[in-house]
């Protein structure tokens, strides 16, 4: 093992159980010119990449990452390929009309099969597992908001979910299962999905700084690359860089797994091999069941930091790792003696009208992102997009509405600071309310246009 190699395996658990050298790539060697320069290696680079050689063999792409692939929140996050996107889809028929939130949710719901078909094709070995998502109701609150979101998709008739008396978390009334989603172990998705785009024929240069770029050229620490088009896929990571520093706001997620808990103890949880669960608090939490057993469980928690500041150091918070296992104690106390092996984090991007985007300028300049923690399966939706507006393919994609959807840019400092952190106290004080109210919060009602509701 490489020093190199050991460093990124304690970025997180996924890192460290990948079965991949990670030792990085050769950096760009110099200057040089491409057909496409894509911006950052992770998910929405690399999809892009793949589905812009699908639809044109021929062309050259280089991809450009300052650490490595897999490196942010495509190798960190909770695992969930789910058809999750950031605006409901209520949101969206206000934005957008009807038949164009209907359209973007079925491509979401697609979009999860689209990743298992890619996999299995290319035979990426990422514990893919479509066993969909349990939704916990523990409160007569929460209930109401599981019926809600029921009724909901029987209204606009797309999706399958169903409520169920009961579930395996302490004190749950019921549970909303939806089978749209999928289990997986991001950071050997993110690996495995390089190197097929490496056969395919792009080229990834790591260890590249990318300091600007501007129609037909990207400026790096290496080099410049000329090209006709630039994909920007930078997520979170966006808001370090000037050009695009007020477009996104830098949300920090974490997370923690377990040792491998027996079947005994999942079967007393009631989740099943590739399901993911999650419940109705407005204080976000996640986790799924691994494919060795273990729990993964993330949530938010963490403080933005002033100036969109992204450090090493955020990616860990003790306060917050504590509050993670108390949670997912309290949810499954029999996990309440589970040794916690891992504990990481890192930043995803937030847009300003938590409106996720794919966009493509007159002057060839893609970019796409703002997926607000629901970017796992987003990123594939993505990719496809950007290479059908890229190729001049007309298509379904092209006319979803996020297509060149404008989210606005946030508030400077410290407005930006106030708001961000004010959101992230009203949503844990909303649970508050709601545990002693029994009544769905106000709190929570008030900070909504703060949250994109």
């Not at 079947?263 to 989740?271: H, K, R, S």
């Not at 273990?294 to 450090?311: E, K, L, N, Q, T």
């Not at 504590?322 to 589970?338: G, K, M, N, V, Y």
């Not at 504990?343 to 991007?349: E, M, N, T, V």
Request: hydrophobic share 45%.
């Amino acid at each position: 093992m490489s020093s190199g190699d050991a460093a990124y395996r304690r970025l997180s658990f996924w890192h460290d159980t990948v079965p991949d050298d990670l030792t990085p790539r050769d950096p760009l060697p110099g200057d040089l010119a491409a057909d496409v320069a894509i911006i950052g290696g992770g998910l929405t680079g690399l999809w892009t990449a793949y589905y812009l050689l699908e639809r044109d063999p021929s062309l050259t792409i280089v991809v450009l990452e300052k650490n490595i692939a897999g490196f942010g929140a495509s190798g960190r996050n909770g695992g969930w390929c789910s058809a999750l996107f950031p605006a409901g889809v209520s949101a969206l028929e206000k934005r957008h009309g009807r038949d164009a939130a209907i359209a973007m949710r079925a491509a979401m719901v697609a979009t999860v099969d689209e990743v298992g078909r890619v996999v299995a094709a290319e035979g990426i070995d990422c514990d893919f597992q479509h066993g969909g998502t349990l939704v916990f109701a523990r409160s007569r609150s929460q209930l109401a908001a599981a019926r809600a979101e029921v009724d909901e998709a029987a209204h606009y008739g797309v999706d399958m979910l169903e409520l169920r008396e009961g579930g395996g978390a302490a004190g749950a009334m019921a549970a909303m299962f939806d089978p749209a989603c999928a289990r997986l172990h991001p950071a050997k998705l993110v690996r495995g999905l390089a190197r097929v785009v490496e056969r395919r024929g792009a080229v990834i240069f790591e260890q590249t700084e990318v300091t600007s770029w501007r129609s037909g050229e990207v400026q790096t620490s290496r080099g410049l690359v000329r090209c006709d088009t630039v994909v920007v896929a930078l997520e979170g990571y966006a808001a370090t860089l000037p050009q695009v520093h007020r477009a996104v706001l830098p949300l920090y997620s974490l997370m923690i797994a377990t040792e491998p808990l027996s079947d005994e103890v999942w079967d007393a949880m009631g989740i099943a091999h590739g399901q993911t669960f999650s419940d109705y608090r407005h204080l976000l939490v996640y986790g799924q069941r691994t494919a060795d057993n273990r729990v993964a469980f993330g949530g938010r928690g963490a403080r933005y930091h002033f100036g969109s500041a992204i450090r090493p150091e955020y990616d860990r918070v003790p306060a917050v790792f504590e509050h993670l296992r108390r949670t997912l104690a309290e949810l499954f106390p029999q996990t309440s003696d589970a040794v916690i092996t891992h504990r990481w984090g890192g930043p995803l991007g937030v847009p300003r009208d938590w409106h996720a985007a794919v966009r493509l300028d007159a002057g060839g300049i893609a970019s796409a992102g703002g997926y607000v923690g629901d970017g796992l399966s987003t990123t594939n939706l993505a990719g496809r997009t950007i290479a059908d507006l890229v190729t001049g393919t007309a298509s379904d994609l092209t006319r979803l509405p996020w297509v060149n959807h404008d989210s606005g840019r946030w508030e400077v400092e410290p407005l930006r600071f106030v708001g961000a952190n004010l959101g992230l106290v009203a949503m844990t004080v909303a649970d508050v309310e709601e545990s002693v109210t029994r009544r769905s919060s106000i709190a929570a009602k008030l900070v909504a246009p703060l949250t994109g509701h």
